[in-house]
């Protein structure tokens, strides 16, 4: 199928799954109407690709639903000018997202496949303004630190690190807690503490510990 064939599911995609569900933030729905998420999905699910779910990426992991990526983009309150660490680049669909919403999308994948994957994703959907790493994202990422946001693509537990490497006045946003029940938390970091907000219930694959998988 020819990419213009993708406008149209993509479009009803924005009104029918995001604006019904309460996405407001218009740079977030401009750049999901103009993401192609069908390049970030394998071929044989490209006819799934701008469905209400989350869809397999190999190794295990997902490419989150539609609405979940609007959602977390649009609670990181982005203006353009941010530099932002994704915990879990994943296929970088995500990642291309928040490179429309933001100066500069530092990403980390502790899976060389799916890094790979993301690489070559990202360069065909031809988004510039992102640096990916192959590593352990509990480490963040402390040469480009500190960031404006983090975003955490896994369920799990906050790593003090990331706290660390955000701005006072930055934004950690995440799935928190345990096996497959999730909560997004977002977290602003102030001068003397810690505002904590909570969000939508949700799932996510967990966050991954140890060794990295080459």
Same mark, same amino acid.
């Given at each position: 199928?020819?990419?213009?064939?993708?406008?149209? %599911?993509?479009?009803?995609? !924005?009104?029918?799954q995001l604006i019904t569900a309460g996405i407001q933030d218009e740079r977030v729905l401009q750049a999901m109407s103009i993401v192609p998420r069908h390049l970030f999905v394998d071929a044989a699910l490209r006819a799934h690709a701008y469905q209400d779910s989350s869809l397999p990426i190999g190794e295990g992991q997902t490419i989150s639903q539609?609405?979940?990526? &609007?959602?977390?983009?649009?609670?990181?309150? +982005?203006?353009?000018?941010?530099?932002?660490?994704?915990?879990?680049? #994943?296929?970088?669909?995500?990642? &291309?997202?928040?490179?429309?919403?933001?100066?500069? !999308?530092?990403?980390?994948?502790?899976? /060389?496949?799916?890094?790979?994957? *993301?690489?070559?994703?990202?360069?065909? &959907?031809?988004? *510039?303004?992102?640096? +990916?790493?192959?590593? $352990? #994202? +509990?480490?963040?990422?402390?040469?480009? *630190? %500190?960031?404006? *946001? !983090?975003?955490?693509?896994?369920?799990?537990?906050?790593? $003090?690190?990331?706290?660390? @490497?955000?701005?006072?006045?930055?934004? +950690?946003?995440?799935? /928190?807690? $345990?096996?497959?029940?999730?909560?997004?938390?977002?977290?602003?970091?102030? @001068?003397?503490?810690?505002?904590?907000?909570?969000? $939508? &219930?949700?799932?996510?694959? %967990?966050?991954?510990?140890?060794?990295?998988?080459?």
């Amino acid at each position: 199928m020819h990419s213009l064939s993708y406008d149209r %599911p993509r479009r009803r995609m !924005v009104e029918e799954q995001l604006i019904t569900a309460g996405i407001q933030d218009e740079r977030v729905l401009q750049a999901m109407s103009i993401v192609p998420r069908h390049l970030f999905v394998d071929a044989a699910l490209r006819a799934h690709a701008y469905q209400d779910s989350s869809l397999p990426i190999g190794e295990g992991q997902t490419i989150s639903q539609p609405y979940m990526v &609007a959602k977390m983009s649009e609670l990181l309150l +982005l203006q353009g000018h941010e530099r932002v660490l994704e915990i879990g680049t #994943g296929c970088g669909y995500q990642t &291309a997202v928040l490179s429309r919403l933001c100066k500069r !999308v530092y990403s980390i994948e502790r899976i /060389e496949s799916l890094h790979e994957k *993301a690489r070559s994703n990202l360069r065909r &959907a031809q988004h *510039a303004n992102v640096m +990916l790493k192959c590593g $352990d #994202g +509990l480490l963040g990422w402390e040469e480009y *630190a %500190p960031f404006d *946001a !983090v975003i955490v693509t896994a369920g799990g537990f906050a790593s $003090d690190i990331w706290l660390e @490497q955000l701005k006072v006045g930055g934004i +950690l946003l995440m799935p /928190e807690g $345990d096996e497959k029940k999730h909560q997004l938390v977002r977290r602003l970091k102030l @001068q003397d503490g810690i505002e904590e907000t909570y969000f $939508d &219930a949700c799932t996510f694959v %967990p966050l991954l510990e140890g060794e990295l998988r080459r």
